[in-house]
């Protein structure tokens, strides 16, 4: 007997290079490798370049991909994201109405609106969902103050969350605090899962700086490297750490690199223009080359807005330990990135605003033997392997929408045994 299909729907696929896009075709690869039919409903342009385009439909790595137009305008506006989620979300729910022998429906916050679609479905199909929170809105817009918290939009929002906390089969979200904002909207404690996602750790690698094309590309041999790596966010503040490097343009042996886009880029820029010659401002890299632009770093910066605990999880700090650095935290404490700071000695925190306590966090990290500092990231390398590998993580999520697929009953799932760290693996580390 042919086996019961599973739905994803997502407004981000690869190639986009949008994190979401990357989880959820490896959630999808790991179905479709455990003989399931597995269709990604999505959309045919890129979600921040909507000037790029992909094929209508393809098949990635035994995944059937169908792309919708019309569907993505970019990030000029809410007006303009919010015609492009309505006119993706319609195409959506079109198309998995006609998905022969639907067994279940994956689904995303991206866009937060793609829950409806799912509702839809699946209130049509009789299939259930297993429902993915990777950030929770409208808090979200609410805590970056782009709508007011008792705007119609945001009661709208509201309603549509406890609805599909309330239908979903299974509820997935990425940290404690999460699923305390989420217990505040519905009661799902008997349907809930919570753990991080993956780093790409298959396309990374720990680079020594010595054999490091990119930092002898931009010149950042013989340098300490402060690196942000990511979408600059009004969600991760940077501020405090420009701040610290523009009071640490005496040291010629320090430099500050921002990889990436997004609102808060132009706070980069600005500073260039004020004078900071310790500062490199760099787009986002290729997925390729991901391993050599992370590991060129000496230490990664991990931020989190005092309002975001809760609400965004914190996914840089992942590809920073698996390439094996320590990590500077800016933020409140407790968050999720103070959790996993305490959980072994890999990095320094300090809190938004304080610029004289990033300056001698820096200061310290770049005067560390290099040995101690090896060390520190050898220790987040290790985490990485042992609890919060793609192995364990995304293993964790194929049996919870297997279970889904059989129309088994939500039962607690636990990681596996972590796997053990052979000795060239450690050397690799080190």
Known sequence: MQRPALLLISQVYVPDPAAVGQHLHDAAAELAGRGYRVRVVTSSRGYDAPEQRFPSRERIDGVDVVRSPLSSFGKRSIFVRLIGQLSFLAQAVLRGLFTPRLGAILVSTSPPMCAAAALVIAAIRRVPIVYWVMDINPDQAVAMGVVKPNSPLVRLFNVLNRAILSRAHCVVTLDRFMAERLAGKCDVSDRLEVFPPWPHEDQLDVIPPQENRFRKEHGLDGKFVVMYSGNHSP???????????????????????????????????????????????????????????????????????????????????????????????????????????QQADIGRQVDHDDVPGAVEAITELAQMAPAQRAAMGTRAWEIIRRELSKRVLCTRLGDLVEAALRGRPKLRIFAAEPPRTDDRDMRRAA
């Open 235 to 341: 969600a991760n503040p940077i501020s405090t750490v420009i701040a610290a490097a523009e009071r640490l343009q005496d040291r010629r042996d320090v430099v500050f690199v921002f990889v990436g886009g997004g609102r808060c880029k132009r706070e980069v820029s600005d500073a260039i223009a004020r004078g900071a010659n310790n500062i490199v401002s760099l787009p986002y890299q290729p997925m390729s080359t991901l391993s050599h632009s992370l590991s060129a770093a000496d230490l990664h910066v991990v931020s989190l807005g005092n309002s975001s605990v809760g609400i965004v999880h914190p996914c840089k700090i992942y590809g920073a330990m698996a390439v094996a650095r320590p990590i500077l935290a800016v933020g409140p404490k407790p968050s999720h990135v103070s959790d996993v700071l």
